[in-house]
């Protein structure tokens, strides 16, 4: 039996308890040093009240946003946070990146009042692929953003179609009163959309200048989901996203509601794009996070902002301020070189991060350090390099670093890829080691790329907080 | 005097982009490169769907899809197109087949829910399957000493009574995760379950590949050495890993 108890207020001590324990579970970890506390308080409270996610969120004024996609996802939830924060609310959010149940859970904890009011007038949740249906179900969201589906991880995720699978059947579940925002550019995210109760948005590129010649090798076979036939493309943009069309049976792209077009690159610094809403007037946006990817995360953010019915001018200031995610692309100043670092986490994350910095140049102009660790977060199946496009790199003077556990295998993945031998260079796999040995490398006074693995990010990250060099991403 | 004429292979490249679940297009890749390092031209040709098998082809290369591509896939590979396959391996053509495409190369593969796949019958075995996902790092010993790799299957094989394995399971669970083998051979065909890929870190078997694809091609063949520092570290790393997590 389980019952709830009330006191006169009508107050759930069941929650309240739980909570108490939870955020003293959360304080506890932090004091310890134990990282920054992000999940481990959501299985405590999930534990005592395994409706407590449920009965948070109930009390959010605004309601919940969910956000989910293979790539992308930890940035796109971090904008629209930004944007709802100048409003401002008071945003519910898993900012770390800690994207299952729990650390959602944990997010609402943090925010939450001892008295078991939910802290927030809206809850941004980003959604790890797998935790989409559990997350839905309990947070029951008003709007659900997808953003991609591309190939990741599938040792942990088993093959794509089953993630396919399973988000149609969350997204058929969904009522009338909620909105499904999809990238329309996504041929297999509209499929899954198709006929729901639910209202559905879709956002899109219409860019002239950056577009793919032919489909990247990671982009998974582009087959049409009703006839069979292979998909054809008017633009293609990234990976398999583009303006998509079957010559056979005639599907093609659905109508846009926010379309990107006109987007500048920047660098590795940040971009500017042109949103138009409904084929209405345009309104120029720059963002402080480069790469063609990045211009997707904004449209995406921006369309979530609109059909919360916050103003453009909010919208656009909170994305020309906005900085990257721990990790995901930033400088750093270590032992007077000048670092940039980039995550790479999946085939078509690292072929965007290869076209951004072989950009300007067509080339590899700098020394460039990539660490690939095969945990869990990683992947364990290093499969994965051999889908990225590294034949961009056999150009350039840049000299390429290999560490990580698996950083052998990275080396090898560049000499097939045709990059001459004397430009490969293998450091220590270990990462602290790796890292010295490359600093090393390049002279004082020079710039340098790093493109870590997950869990290599995280070792990079705890060696240079531990020098003075980066804050603890929980401190951002 | 008389200037000998580059020596060239075909490798035919089954479904091509339609079957290359996760990364084995390093496979071909590394036949390409191997020979290109010898001065071997390489022509790369992709046979899709309704295409039939050339038969100048010297390495087939077949590699794995999701379920709805294994399926369209065994409904082309029938009648005709299965007996040149099977005639083109009978002539001494090589072939490497990796997860869907080696299931489809046995008598059949029996899906979860749905329709028996019918194979191409080149290898006497059959796929079912299996109630768990084999997951993780594999090191096999075969004849070409220890190859590496990582599998990721729940189909589970049964080579019929004779049939070669590739390999013995020393790191992993294998054809079954019961005979204790990985993989089968017939002739120069090698089916297995073997992604990473497979092929950039096991050189001696890539060569081996090449070396049958020439005599395939020309009756003899000389592969000279290359430097495979990069390779066998790549090797050794795979080794250690395997043996750490599983």
């Known amino acids: 039996m389980d019952k709830e108890f009330r006191t006169a207020q009508g107050r759930d001590l069941r929650l309240v308890a739980s909570l108490a324990t939870a955020k003293v579970a959360?304080?506890?970890?932090?004091?310890?040093?134990?990282?920054g506390g992000t999940s481990a308080p959501g299985l405590v409270a999930d534990r005592l009240d395994s409706a407590m996610l449920t009965k948070l969120a109930a009390g959010l004024e605004q309601g919940a946003v969910i956000v989910a996609g293979t790539n992308g996802k930890t940035t796109t939830t971090r904008m629209i946070a930004d944007v709802f924060e100048l409003v401002p609310w008071r945003v519910v959010h898993n900012r770390s990146g800690s994207n299952l149940v729990r650390g959602a859970i944990a997010a609402f904890v943090q925010r939450a009042s001892l008295t078991g009011c939910p802290g927030g007038e809206i809850a941004v949740i980003e959604?790890?692929?797998?935790?989409?249906?559990?997350?839905?179900?309990?947070?029951?969201?008003?709007?659900?953003?997808?953003n991609n589906l591309f190939r990741d991880q599938l040792d942990r995720y088993g093959e794509l179609d089953t993630i396919g699978k399973t988000?149609?059947?969350?997204?058929?579940?969904?009522?009338?009163?909620?909105?499904?925002?999809?990238?329309?550019?996504?041929?297999?995210?509209?499929?899954?959309?198709d006929s729901i109760t639910a209202k559905r948005i879709c956002f899109g590129l219409d860019e002239q200048t950056h577009r793919l010649d032919v489909l990247p090798h990671a982009a998974d076979a582009a087959v049409c989901r009703v006839c069979g036939a292979d998909l054809a493309y008017h633009a293609l943009y990234v990976s398999h996203l583009g303006d998509w069309y079957c010559p056979n049976c005639g599907r093609k792209r659905p109508d846009l509601t926010y379309t990107g077009s006109n987007i500048e690159l920047q660098g590795v610094q940040s971009l500017a794009l042109n949103i138009s809403e409904g084929g209405g007037h345009t309104h120029h946006l720059t963002v402080g996070v480069p790469g063609l990817y990045n211009a997707y995360n904004a449209l995406a953010a921006?369309?979530?902002?609109?059909?919360?019915?916050?103003?453009?001018?909010?919208?656009?200031?909170?994305?020309?301020?906005f900085r990257s995610a721990f990790g995901r692309i930033e400088r750093v100043q270590y032992k007077g070189r000048d670092l940039t670092l980039a995550l790479v986490k999946n085939p078509t994350g690292f072929n965007e991060v290869l076209r951004m910095l072989t950009a300007e140049t067509g080339g590899l102009a700098l020394p460039t350090m990539i660490a690939i660790n095969d945990l869990d977060a990683d992947?364990?199946?290093?499969?994965?390099?051999?889908?990225?496009?590294?034949?961009?790199?056999?150009?350039?003077?840049?000299d390429l670093y290999t560490t990580g556990l698996r950083g052998p295998d990275m080396a090898n993945r560049l000499k097939y890829a045709g990059v001459a031998l004397d430009r490969i260079h293998s450091l220590p796999n270990e990462l602290p080691a790796g890292l010295d040995a490359f600093v090393e490398a390049v002279p004082e006074g020079h710039a340098a790329y790093m493109l870590p693995s997950y869990t290599a990010m995280l070792a990079l990250h705890k060696t240079l907080a531990d020098r003075g060099a980066v804050d603890a991403f929980w401190e951002q | 005097m008389?200037?000998?004429?580059?020596?060239?292979?075909?490798?035919?490249?089954?479904?091509?982009?339609?079957?290359?679940?996760y990364g084995d297009r390093g496979n071909v890749l590394a036949i390409a490169q191997r020979a290109r390092w010898r001065d071997i031209d390489v022509e790369i040709r992709e046979i899709g769907f309704g295409e039939p098998i050339p038969d100048d082809v010297d390495i087939f290369f077949w590699g794995g899809g999701q379920d709805q591509e294994q399926v369209a896939v065994s409904h082309d590979m029938q009648g005709e197109k299965a007996e040149q396959l099977r005639t083109a391996i009978?002539?001494?053509?090589?072939?490497?087949?990796?997860?869907?495409?080696?299931?489809?190369?046995?008598?059949e593969y029996r899906p979860h829910n749905g329709e028996p796949l019918r194979g191409v019958g080149l290898f006497d075995a059959a796929s079912t399957a299996g109630p768990e996902r084999f997951i993780g790092n594999v090191v096999v010993n075969s004849r070409w000493g220890t190859l590496v790799g990582f599998e990721n299957h729940s189909g589970l094989t049964w080579l019929g009574e004779g049939v070669e394995p590739l390999g013995k399971i020393q790191v992993g669970r294998g054809n079954n995760g019961q005979d204790g083998t990985e993989g089968a051979i017939y002739r120069n065909a090698i089916g297995c379950y073997l992604h990473g890929a497979l092929l950039p870190k096991n050189p001696a078997l890539t060569d081996w590949l090449i070396e049958m694809g020439l005599r395939h091609r020309y009756g003899s063949a000389d592969l000279p050495d290359i430097d495979d520092d990069l390779e066998r570290r790549a090797h050794e790393t795979a080794m250690q890993r395997a043996f750490t997590t599983r």
């Open chain 1, 302 to 321: 921006a369309a979530v902002a609109r059909e919360v019915g916050i103003p453009w001018e909010l919208i656009g200031q909170a994305f020309d301020a």
């Open chain 1, 379 to 398: 992947g364990r199946d290093v499969s994965w390099l051999w889908d990225v496009d590294f034949e961009l790199l056999a150009r350039g003077k840049g």
């Open chain 2, 2 to 21: 008389t200037t000998e004429s580059p020596k060239c292979l075909v490798v035919g490249w089954l479904y091509g982009t339609k079957m290359n679940i």
């Open chain 1, 167 to 193: 988000w149609r059947g969350v997204l058929k579940d969904l009522d009338a009163g909620t909105t499904v925002i999809v990238n329309g550019d996504d041929p297999a995210l509209v499929v899954i959309s």
């Open chain 1, 127 to 146: 959604a790890d692929e797998a935790a989409l249906q559990e997350l839905v179900r309990r947070v029951r969201p008003r709007i659900v953003l997808l």
């Open chain 2, 90 to 107: 009978e002539n001494g053509a090589a072939m490497l087949a990796v997860c869907g495409g080696y299931q489809l190369l046995g008598h």
């Open chain 1, 26 to 35: 959360g304080a506890v970890i932090r004091r310890l040093g134990r990282g």
